[in-house]
């Protein structure tokens, strides 16, 4: 069973930074893609960044220049570091995994529990 864990969230003023990480275990045959999206209330979940065959990043345009997200391979964790945050940042972050468990599995999406983020005065 594949489980991902986010941690790092809390409570930041505007302009502030906050790093979030994002733990895969269990058992799986090939990572494709990780991620993070984001989740405001009343609001669709949207792409913060991915990160495809560990090269390809796609940041969304409001991440771009303040979002940084990279990967430790050896212990399949990957971060999402935030820095000159706003208030409209304020999310339920979310990371996401895209792997196989096996070699002739389909890939799936693995998604966290979610972490919040609240850029605040």
């Known amino acids: 069973q594949v489980q991902v864990v986010e941690s790092g969230g809390g409570k930041v003023q505007p302009g502030g930074s906050l790093r979030l990480s994002c733990a895969a275990s269990?058992?799986?045959?090939?990572?494709?893609?990780m991620g993070w999206y984001r989740q405001a209330p009343g609001k669709q979940r949207d792409k913060v960044v991915t990160?495809?065959?560990?090269?390809?990043?796609d940041y969304a345009d409001f991440a771009k220049g303040r979002f940084t997200i990279s990967r430790d391979n050896a212990n399949n964790t990957w971060y999402l570091q935030m820095n000159s945050l706003k208030p409209e940042d304020t999310a339920i972050y979310y990371c996401?995994?895209?792997?196989?468990?096996?070699?002739?599995?389909?890939?799936?999406?693995?998604w966290g529990q979610g972490t919040q983020v609240t850029v605040s005065s």
């Open positions: 996401l995994l895209v792997a196989k468990r096996t070699r002739h599995a389909d890939l799936m999406n693995y």
């Open positions: 269990g058992s799986f045959f090939s990572i494709d893609a």
């Open positions: 990160l495809a065959h560990n090269t390809f990043q």
